[in-house]
C-alpha cells in the first residue's frame, strides 16, 4: 500500500527519530510492525545513534493493531496470522534497547500504540490526546504487554478500570497518573522527546524500564482484593463474555510471578482468545457497522450529498419529540408542528425536558444547550414549511391520517424537500399512494427514544431516488445514527425480522412454560430484557395494533395468543400503569407480579394447547430455540426478498434496534454459528406439532441442504431483490 511506512532519520544531535505512516490514524499493520523492528535494530547497530524517539505521522501515534488482521484469523482459522510483538518488539526490542526510548504521542494512542509507548523509557504527549486500550470490546485483550506496563504505570484501580470498560482517558490525567511524563505543545513535541531522549542517555534523567517498576503495584493482599471486586463486577455487566475474566488473569500472573511471566501468560491467552466466538461476533459488528453507508448505486455512483439545514418533524409525542432531540443537538433547525397549542407545548417541554436532562448527566454543556433549543420553532401551521429541505412525519399510525399530511406536504413544501415518514410498520407505497412527488418518499424510522437509540432504518420504495436515500445516509451521520437502508415491506428489517419472537414466547406459555422462566433465559442469553418485560415496556396497546399489522400481511404464520387481550381487560398496560407482568414501583426493579398467573391459565384454556392438558416439558435451550429460531427463518425471508443489501445490515440492525448481544454477532452471524443444518431440523420438528409458525422458509431449507451460510450472497438467480 502507497505511504504505509516506517521511516528512520538520524539529526546532528544523534537522536533518530522513527515515524510510523498509515493513515489516518498510523494503525498498527503487520508492514508498520516489520517495519518498527527493522529501524529500531537499525538505530541500535548506528554508531551515530545515541537515543530513539518514535512517534506517528500526521499528528497521531497510532490507533492501535490493525484490525482487518482479526478479520484474516477470523476467516482463515489461522492464528499464526497474529504477529508475535510482544516479547520480540515491545520487551526484546525497545523495552531492554540499549539506547534510551522516547515516545512523542499526539492526537491518540490506542490500543497496541499505547502499547508501544508504554514499552519506552518515557513518554511526551501533546495536550489533549487520547489514551486507551480498548481491546475488550473486540473480544481478546491487550496483548503487546499493555496488561502488564499500565498498571506498573498508572496504578493497579485505574489499569483495571480503563481495560475492563475500555475507558480512555486524556494525557492531562495521564500525567497526573505517571502514565505520561510531560505534556507540551504540539510545535514542540519532537524537539522536547529529542532532549528528553538525551538526557537519559547522559543520566541526567531517569532510565526507567516499565515492566520491572512496581513503586505503583499496591501490596499483594491490596491487589488481590482490587482484582477480585474487579471480577465480581465483570460477572454481572459481561456475564457471557470471556476476556474481562482472562484479562484479570493476565494482570494477576504479572502482579504474583513478575512481569515478564505476565507478558508470555497475556500472549498466550490472547492468542486464545482472537479465535473465539465472542471475539468473531464482535469482530463482525464493528466491520458490519462502517459497511452499512455503502450503498451500491447510491454512494458509488458519483452524488453528492445535499446539505440539510432545516426539518420540519409532523407531532411532537414521543417519537417526533426524540427525532427534534437528535436534530437540535446536531445543531439542525426544527420547526415542530403540532395540531393544538396543548400538544405543541408538550412536545416543546419533552424536547426541553431531552436537553436538559443531558446537561444534568453532564453529557452537554449549558451552553450547547441553549444554542440547541434556540434552532427549535414550534407551529400549528404549514407557513414555516416553504423553506425546509426535510419533513419527517412522526403521527399515529393511521393510513388515512399520513396519507392527508403527505398529499398537504407536496402543496406546502419546496420541490426539494425530501417527505419521510417514521412509520414502524405501514408500507410506504400505501402512505404515498395519493401523492406525484413519489421519488421523494423515504421512510427515516427511528427506534424509540429516538434521540438515544443508535439505529436509523432508511426505508426506500421502487420510486425513491438515489439522492434522497443519499442525503438521509448524510443527516444519519450528522446525527450520530448508524444508517441501515433497507427495502420496503411491512415492518421493514427489524420489527419484521423480530416479529415472530413475542409469538414464540405466547405459544410456550399457552403451553404451560413460566412465563418468568422464559424472560430469565432470554435476559441469560444476553438481551436486556425478555419478551413478556419487553411487551409490558412497550404497553399493551402498541403490542395489539402492531400484532394486527402483521396478521394481516402474514396470516400464514401468525399465532394469535388472547393473553395481550386478556390483560387489558383486567385493567393492566404494563409498565404505563405499573402493572403487567411484572410490577412496578420508582426506584425499584421490576419484580415478578403473580397476580398474572391466574389470567395466564384463563388464556391456556382458551387455547387448549397443553400436551394431554399437561404443562408442556422443554430445556432452557429448547425455550430459547423456540424463541430465536423462527426470528432467524424471518430473517431468510427478508435475505431471500432482498429486503437488506447484505445480511451483515440486518446483523447491525439486530443489535442496534433489538439490542440482540454485540458478541453474537448479530441474528444472521449467531444463526450461522449454531448452524442451519440445526435451525432447519428444529423448526421442521416444531412445524409438525405446531403448524405453519414453524414451518422452515425455502432459503433455509435450501441453505441447510447445500451447506451454505445464510449470510453467503444470494445468487442473482434465486434473489428477488426490493432494493
Not at 400484532?547 to 396470516?555: D, E, L, Y
Not at 449470510?711 to 428477488?720: E, G, K, L, V
Amino acid at each position: 500500500m502507497a505511504g504505509v511506512k516506517v521511516t528512520l532519520e538520524v539529526g546532528s544531535d544523534g537522536v533518530a527519530v522513527i515515524t510510523m505512516f498509515n493513515p489516518p490514524v498510523n494503525a498498527l499493520a503487520i508492514s508498520i510492525l516489520k517495519g518498527l523492528k527493522e529501524k529500531f535494530d537499525e538505530a541500535a547497530r548506528r554508531n551515530d545513534v545515541k537515543a530513539i524517539v518514535v512517534t506517528g505521522n500526521g499528528g497521531r501515534f497510532s490507533g492501535g493493531f490493525d484490525i482487518n488482521v482479526f478479520e484474516k484469523v477470523h476467516a482463515t482459522g489461522d492464528v499464526s496470522l497474529m504477529p508475535d510483538v510482544s516479547v520480540d518488539l515491545m520487551v526484546n526490542t525497545v523495552e531492554d534497547s540499549k539506547k534510551p526510548v522516547v515516545a512523542a504521542v499526539e492526537g491518540l494512542a490506542l490500543g497496541g500504540g499505547l502499547e508501544l509507548a508504554l514499552g519506552c523509557h518515557a513518554r511526551i504527549a501533546a495536550p489533549r490526546t487520547q489514551l486507551g486500550l480498548p481491546e475488550l470490546t473486540l473480544g481478546v485483550i491487550p496483548g503487546f504487554g499493555g496488561t502488564q506496563r499500565l498498571p506498573r504505570l498508572a496504578g493497579l484501580p485505574k489499569a483495571v478500570e480503563m481495560m475492563l470498560l475500555s475507558k480512555s482517558i486524556m494525557s492531562e490525567e495521564g500525567a497526573k497518573l505517571g502514565l505520561i511524563d510531560a505534556i507540551v505543545p504540539s510545535q514542540e513535541l519532537l524537539k522536547v522527546s529529542r532532549l528528553w531522549a538525551l538526557d537519559i542517555a547522559a543520566a541526567r534523567k531517569p532510565w526507567l524500564r516499565s515492566l520491572h517498576r512496581t513503586d505503583k503495584l499496591c501490596s499483594l493482599s491490596e491487589a488481590r482484593e482490587i482484582i477480585k471486586v474487579a471480577r465480581q463486577q465483570a460477572r454481572k455487566t459481561a456475564p457471557n463474555m470471556p476476556q474481562h475474566q482472562v484479562c484479570l488473569d493476565a494482570i494477576e500472573e504479572g502482579i504474583i510471578h513478575g512481569g515478564y511471566s505476565g507478558v508470555l501468560k497475556e500472549a498466550k491467552v490472547f492468542k486464545e482468545l482472537v479465535v473465539s466466538d465472542t471475539s468473531k461476533g464482535l469482530v463482525h459488528v464493528f466491520f458490519a457497522q462502517r459497511a452499512t453507508s455503502k450503498v451500491p448505486k447510491v454512494t458509488d455512483v458519483g452524488l453528492k450529498p445535499r446539505h440539510i439545514k432545516k426539518v420540519a418533524v409532523i407531532g411532537g409525542g414521543l417519537m417526533g419529540s426524540g427525532i427534534a432531540t437528535a436534530l437540535l443537538l446536531s445543531n439542525v433547525s426544527v420547526v415542530l408542528k403540532e395540531i393544538n397549542s396543548e400538544f405543541l407545548q408538550k412536545g416543546v417541554r419533552t424536547i426541553e425536558g431531552n436537553v436538559k436532562g443531558l446537561v444534568t448527566r453532564g453529557k452537554l454543556t449549558r451552553d450547547k444547550a441553549d444554542k440547541a433549543l434556540s434552532l427549535l420553532k414550534g407551529s400549528l401551521d404549514y407557513s414555516d414549511f416553504k423553506d425546509v429541505d426535510m419533513v419527517i412525519e412522526a403521527v399515529i399510525e393511521s393510513v388515512p391520517l399520513k396519507q392527508k399530511i403527505f398529499g398537504e406536504l407536496e402543496k406546502v413544501c419546496p420541490s426539494h424537500c425530501i417527505l419521510a415518514t417514521n412509520t414502524s410498520t405501514i408500507d410506504l407505497n400505501v402512505v404515498g399512494e395519493k401523492t406525484r412527488s413519489q421519488d421523494r418518499i423515504v421512510g427515516a424510522h427511528f427506534f424509540s427514544p429516538a434521540h438515544v437509540m443508535p439505529l436509523l432504518e432508511i426505508v426506500r420504495t421502487e420510486k425513491t431516488s438515489a439522492q434522497v436515500i443519499l442525503d438521509l445516509l448524510t443527516v444519519g451521520k450528522v446525527i450520530k445514527k448508524v444508517p441501515v437502508v433497507v427495502g420496503n415491506c411491512t415492518g421493514f428489517a427489524v420489527n419484521r425480522a423480530f416479529f415472530p419472537y413475542t409469538q414464540g414466547a405466547h405459544i410456550l406459555v399457552n403451553s404451560g412454560v413460566d412465563v418468568f422462566r422464559i424472560d430469565r433465559i432470554i435476559s441469560n442469553f444476553g438481551l436486556p430484557m425478555g419478551p413478556f418485560q419487553l411487551q409490558d415496556l412497550a404497553g399493551y396497546g402498541v403490542a395489539l395494533a402492531v400484532g394486527k399489522i402483521f396478521a394481516s400481511a402474514f396470516p400464514d404464520r401468525t399465532f394469535r395468543s388472547p393473553l395481550v387481550e386478556l390483560l387489558v381487560k383486567n385493567g393492566r398496560n404494563g409498565k404505563n400503569n405499573g402493572k403487567g407482568y411484572y410490577t412496578y414501583e420508582k426506584g425499584s426493579k421490576p419484580k415478578p407480579d403473580l397476580s398474572v398467573l391466574p389470567i395466564i391459565e384463563e388464556s391456556r384454556r382458551i387455547t387448549n394447547m397443553m400436551p394431554g392438558g399437561k404443562p408442556l416439558s422443554v430445556t432452557d435451550q429448547e425455550i430459547l430455540e423456540i424463541i430465536l429460531f423462527p426470528v432467524v427463518n424471518e430473517a431468510c425471508r427478508i435475505l431471500d426478498e432482498g429486503i437488506v443489501i447484505r445480511a451483515a445490515d440486518l446483523d447491525i440492525a439486530s443489535v442496534l434496534g433489538m439490542s440482540f448481544p454485540n458478541y453474537r454477532g448479530g441474528i444472521v452471524f449467531w444463526a450461522d454459528m449454531v448452524g442451519p443444518k440445526h435451525i432447519y431440523a428444529t423448526l421442521k420438528k416444531w412445524s409438525g406439532v405446531y403448524g405453519d409458525f414453524f414451518k422452515p422458509s425455502r432459503f433455509l431449507e435450501e441453505r441447510a441442504t447445500k451447506g451454505l451460510p445464510l449470510s453467503a450472497p444470494a445468487s442473482s438467480s434465486s434473489s428477488r431483490s426490493r432494493m
